[in-house]
């Protein structure tokens, strides 16, 4: 008989999601913008505070050098992580009132791509979508 080796399952990732949240001026709310707009990024959770500290200093400086915010076109949905900037919509500075981080502790587990690209939870089932 041929021993057989055990795996030890390996814990899913923890991630956290940093928001960092828009104050939308008058003005900008006049032009049919929400009062506040939110811009996600996602970390995994096992990072120290410095490196998270160098993320939102990172994004922050990305938002002043294009010199706006740039946000999930429908700010109601679900937060899309695999986002890119192509769908999102450009905020400009001149409608933003203030920009403050928050760190948000996820309830569930994050679908993890496997070996054909299909997102599965840690349970291996498949992700559902919308």
Do not use: C
């Not at 490196?51 to 740039?70: D, P, R, Y």
């Amino acid at each position: 008989m041929v021993p057989v080796e055990t795996i030890a399952p390996q814990p899913p990732p923890q991630v956290r999601i940093l928001r960092f949240t828009g104050k939308i001026s008058w003005e900008g709310q006049s032009n049919g913008l929400p009062g506040e707009i939110y811009a996600f990024e996602a970390y995994d959770a096992s990072l120290p505070s410095q490196a998270v500290t160098q993320i939102i200093e990172k994004s922050l400086s990305l938002m002043k050098h294009l010199g706006g915010m740039a946000v999930q076109r429908n700010q109601g949905a679900l937060i899309d992580p695999q986002a890119t900037i192509l769908d999102r919509i450009f905020v400009p500075w001149h409608w933003i009132v203030y920009v403050h981080p928050e760190i948000i502790v996820l309830g569930a587990s994050m679908p993890i791509p496997d070996e054909a690209g299909v997102e599965r939870l840690p349970n291996g089932t498949q992700a559902l979508k919308n």
